[in-house]
């Protein structure tokens, strides 16, 4: 199983990107997709999280600016971040949990995929 994060880039303060990933393999099912930053020198942290059912899940930060979605039938989680700021910078990284392999129904727990790096310049 991978994912495929993509959509960072380079944008200006109050403008506005859409990250999206994409879960590839033997997939039944992904029980939470989300996704996580890590600014230069800092910690990663949990941005948005979506379970399978569509519960969410934001970091006061983001809360208002940015959405989370997903796509169960194409293992796809999406997230539109609006009114971008400064501290919004960092490379984003594209999570899943729990995933139910098609075969033998294993369970693969914290899958990451590649990062992909957001600039919001003042």
């Known amino acids: 199983v991978q994912l495929q994060a993509y959509g960072g880039g380079l944008v200006q303060v109050g403008g506005s990107l859409t990250l999206s990933c994409v879960a590839s393999g033997s997939i039944y099912s992904i029980n939470v997709m989300g996704w996580y930053r890590q600014a230069p020198g800092g910690p990663r942290e949990s941005v948005a999280t979506?379970?399978?059912?569509?519960?969410?899940n934001y970091a006061g930060s983001v809360k208002g600016r940015f959405t989370i979605s997903r796509d169960n039938d194409k293992n796809t989680v999406q997230l539109q971040m609006n009114s971008l700021k400064v501290e919004d910078t960092g490379v984003y990284y594209c999570h899943a949990d729990r995933i139910t392999t098609l075969i033998g129904a294993r369970f693969l727990y914290d899958n990451w995929g590649q990062g992909t790096l957001v600039t919001v310049s003042s």
């Open positions: 979506i379970g399978i059912r569509g519960d969410t």
